[in-house]
């Protein structure tokens, strides 16, 4: 049974050393030549004025948690979706209690305001 994932996890291996290379090469040969101007931030081409980090809002990331909630969700339902009709009563009832928990926590959210975008 591990035997399929095989071929997958060399393409993961390898996507991750094709990337470490990559990274390792650019530091390796890339120019480096730092100056107070390049250190400065960049607001879009306009002249920059005060301090480079802001304070960002609690919203964004609410919105980012629950988009890997969600997200999640979707991981865990299309392989389901794919063996559905092989599948039985049991994991029927199994995926729904999921679906169940899930919608509970999409409508808390709803409920609570964190879906709206101010």
Same mark, same amino acid.
């Given at each position: 049974?591990?035997?399929? $994932? &095989?071929?997958?996890?060399?393409? *993961? +291996?390898?996507? #991750?050393?094709?990337? /470490? ?39 964004? $990331? &609410?919105?980012?948690?629950?988009? *890997? +909630?969600?997200? #999640?969700?979707?991981? /865990? ?42």
């Amino acid at each position: 049974m591990l035997q399929e $994932y &095989l071929p997958l996890l060399i393409i *993961i +291996l390898l996507a #991750i050393l094709i990337a /470490f290379i990559a990274i390792g090469l650019g530091m390796l040969f890339g120019p480096r030549r730092p100056t107070a101007k390049k250190s400065q931030p960049y607001e879009s081409g306009m002249i920059p004025y005060g301090q480079g980090t802001r304070r960002m809002n609690v919203r964004y $990331y &609410l919105i980012a948690v629950l988009f *890997i +909630l969600f997200d #999640i969700e979707v991981v /865990f339902l299309l392989p389901w979706a794919v063996v559905f009709r092989d599948l039985g009563m049991t994991e029927l009832v199994a995926m729904l209690i999921f679906l169940g928990i899930l919608e509970v926590a999409h409508l808390y959210a709803w409920k609570k305001g964190a879906l709206e975008w101010e």
